[in-house]
């Protein structure tokens, strides 16, 4: 697991300037989206974090729906290049804007949108004020973007129904916002562990608090 880990983390520090995200693929069924290191913008459609998708037999697992209506479509024109299955799960692992207000587009294509009780509470309590900041920082590029909270929530554990490949959500407790959760295939040994891990940038403690992130680790 921890090479794994190690192995996403690396594919953050290699593309420190991209405008959008770079998809890098992990194995034959798992890529990342690789986004920019900087602040959100017009030309990154917030997509300023990892994240990522699974290929299983008949269908695409979505992990974090992005920013906005225009990055979810770009983050789906991606998969679009990999696998034309249909997108059947949007995990949220976490209740920040870039983690999940693209959800309404993915619900579109038949998509179910999962997160952890505690994401879904903390995506209802910020979402009027994450929907001002958003349009702010990426303008025009937010346009057509509404808020959609999961459809299924889960306290501590949730395992994916994607045949081929073992997925698990997993909620220990939060990090950067309450909600925090990994996503973990144990077969392949791989993490998506959203905004509860940081490289080349200070942590954001935020209402969690940094005794709560250590644990959650």
Same mark, same amino acid.
């Given at each position: 697991?921890?090479?794994?880990?190690?192995?996403?983390?690396?594919?953050?520090?290699?593309?420190?300037?991209?405008?959008?995200?770079?998809?890098?693929?992990?194995?034959?069924?798992?890529?990342?989206?690789?986004?920019?290191?900087?602040?959100?913008?017009?030309?990154?459609?917030?997509?300023?974090?990892?994240?990522?998708?699974?290929?299983?037999?008949?269908?695409?697992?979505?992990?974090?729906?992005?920013?906005?209506?225009?990055?979810?479509?770009?983050?789906?024109?991606?998969?679009?290049?990999?696998?034309?299955?249909?997108?059947?799960?949007?995990?949220? +692992? $976490?209740?920040?804007?870039?983690?999940?207000?693209?959800?309404?587009?993915?619900?579109?294509?038949? #998509?179910?949108? =999962? /997160? *952890?009780?505690?994401?879904?509470?903390?995506?209802?309590?910020?979402?009027?004020?994450?929907?001002?900041?958003?349009?702010?920082?990426?303008?025009?590029?937010?346009?057509?973007?509404?808020?959609?909270?999961?459809?299924?929530?889960?306290?501590?554990?949730?395992?994916?129904?994607?045949?081929?490949?073992?997925?698990?959500?997993?909620?220990?407790?939060?990090?950067?916002?309450?909600?925090?959760?990994?996503?973990?295939?144990?077969?392949?040994?791989?993490?998506? +562990? $959203?905004?509860?891990?940081?490289?080349?940038?200070?942590?954001?403690?935020?209402?969690?608090?940094? #005794?709560?992130? =250590? /644990? *959650?680790?």
């Amino acid at each position: 697991m921890h090479q794994q880990i190690l192995l996403l983390l690396g594919l953050l520090l290699a593309f420190p300037n991209v405008q959008a995200f770079e998809t890098i693929q992990i194995n034959p069924r798992v890529y990342a989206l690789v986004g920019d290191l900087g602040q959100r913008s017009p030309q990154n459609l917030g997509h300023n974090m990892t994240s990522g998708f699974i290929v299983g037999n008949e269908a695409v697992a979505v992990i974090d729906s992005g920013a906005s209506r225009a990055g979810a479509e770009r983050i789906h024109a991606a998969i679009r290049k990999v696998s034309d299955k249909p997108i059947r799960w949007v995990v949220n +692992t $976490g209740g920040q804007d870039h983690r999940w207000l693209g959800n309404a587009y993915f619900r579109e294509q038949g #998509a179910t949108v =999962i /997160a *952890s009780a505690a994401a879904a509470a903390d995506m209802h309590e910020r979402a009027a004020e994450q929907m001002v900041q958003a349009e702010q920082l990426i303008g025009d590029g937010f346009a057509g973007t509404e808020p959609a909270y999961p459809d299924q929530t889960f306290d501590q554990r949730f395992s994916i129904a994607l045949k081929g490949i073992e997925a698990e959500v997993i909620f220990t407790g939060g990090g950067h916002t309450p909600g925090d959760s990994i996503v973990w295939l144990p077969e392949e040994k791989i993490a998506f +562990t $959203g905004d509860i891990v940081y490289v080349q940038r200070l942590l954001g403690v935020r209402d969690n608090g940094a #005794a709560a992130w =250590i /644990a *959650s680790l």
